[in-house]
């Protein structure tokens, strides 16, 4: 068990709540290390945070520009190519290119979620809405349900609300049969990746969320009707088929990438999860949520979603703050990433064990009795 805990406490090198600013290069830097310490004090690390969580619109205004007009364009030339008759490949390759901007249109939808892509709270929600309809996303359910995550992720006691369906070691032996099977199904890369986006976005989120109030009602409603407005002019203009034809492509692919993004944020080997009796904000954000490593060009289509780490411990940092905010507080640093390889890895960690504080396998399982 001592050599557990270590193993634990090194993803966070038992960061110290005592910073200073180097005025020179204003670097945060860590004065010293303290093996003793379980956990940063979070009220030192939220205060060096909150130089980073100003929103800029300039900047949301440039990833618009470099976002949503490229899917509206992307869309237009998929209209064109349909109605000229072309090769049918031909609209599919460019819906894996729109799919690659949706997903990065979610993200900037993600930081209105959260009041930091613009400043004010009313471009948040107008821009929300707006990216919501083309997402296929109610703004204000789903920020609710979001908001509940951020404040419940990690927290055995507290699953279900925004999570991947995770269930321990000791559930699963103890569960019945049918249950077993369920949760092997969903599970599966196959489905995980492929069947359950799908059913997310075109079905799931056509409903309002368990306790959501009128406001979130409202919003599942006027989402709906958008998109089913959409739908209808579409149809008269380019044919249903047509619209088919383009957006089950896109939407398919843009729900599959974005799930993995949400799967790899918080399931991999030496994620965090414990019971509520010992749950930490701070350490569900450090150890919890990971530091996706990604090459250059798909850090941008996740609009720095990766740096999952940062946004769980300061939700309101907009995207376009991310990077800056890791490569100048050295305690951010000490999180090992998660790289694209090492990711590839969590398909096949399926359970939560307790005793051993980590994800595994199914196969590693296997022998042990059914209860």
């Known amino acids: 068990m001592q050599s557990l805990h270590l193993k634990k406490r090194s993803r966070v090198q038992q960061l110290t709540p005592f910073f200073h600013m180097s005025q020179k290069n ?57 109605m000229q008759g072309f090769s049918v490949w031909i609209t599919l390759l460019l819906s894996v290119i729109a799919a690659a901007f949706l997903v990065r249109l979610f993200v900037l939808f993600h930081d209105c979620c959260h009041g930091a892509f613009f400043p004010g709270r009313l471009r948040n929600k107008w821009f929300g809405y707006l990216a919501g309809i083309l997402t296929f996303t109610p703004f204000e359910d789903w920020q609710r349900c979001h908001v509940i995550h951020h404040s419940r992720s990690g927290d055995l006691d507290n699953r279900g609300d925004g999570d991947v369906w995770t269930l321990t070691v000791s559930e699963y032996l103890s569960a019945s049969r049918a249950k077993r099977f369920a949760y092997r199904i969903f599970r599966n890369p196959l489905t995980l990746f492929s069947v359950t986006p799908l059913v997310l976005f075109l079905i799931v989120h056509r409903f309002p969320s368990a306790g959501a109030k009128r406001r979130e009602n409202y919003s599942v409603i006027f989402t709906n009707l958008a998109i089913a407005g959409l739908i209808l002019v579409m149809s008269l203009t380019v044919g249903f088929q047509n619209y088919l034809l383009i957006q089950l492509p896109t939407i398919l692919l843009a729900a599959s990438m974005g799930t993995w993004l949400f799967y790899v944020q918080h399931q991999y080997e030496d994620a965090y999860w414990v019971r509520n009796d010992n749950w930490d904000l701070t350490r569900s954000g450090l150890e919890g949520s990971s530091y996706y490593q990604l090459p250059a060009v798909l850090q941008w289509i996740g609009a720095n979603i990766g740096l999952h780490h940062i946004h769980h411990v300061r939700a309101n940092i907009p995207n376009y703050n991310l990077q800056r905010c890791y ?27 307790e005793e051993k504080q980590k994800l595994v396998s199914f196969r590693s399982i296997r022998k042990l009795p059914r209860k």
Not at 54 to 63: F, G, I, T
């Open 26 to 82: 204003r670097s945060f830097e860590i004065d010293s290390i303290h093996p003793e310490k379980s956990s940063v004090n979070r009220r030192d690390l939220i205060q060096i945070l909150s130089q980073y969580s100003k929103p800029d619109s300039r900047k949301a205004l440039n990833q618009i520009l470099n976002t949503f007009v490229p899917y509206v364009g992307l869309w237009a030339l998929m209209i064109y190519c349909v």
């Open 327 to 353: 490569n100048e507080v050295s305690a951010l640093q000490a999180v090992t990433p998660l790289t694209f390889r090492k990711s590839l890895q969590s398909l096949w960690l399926n359970l939560w064990d």
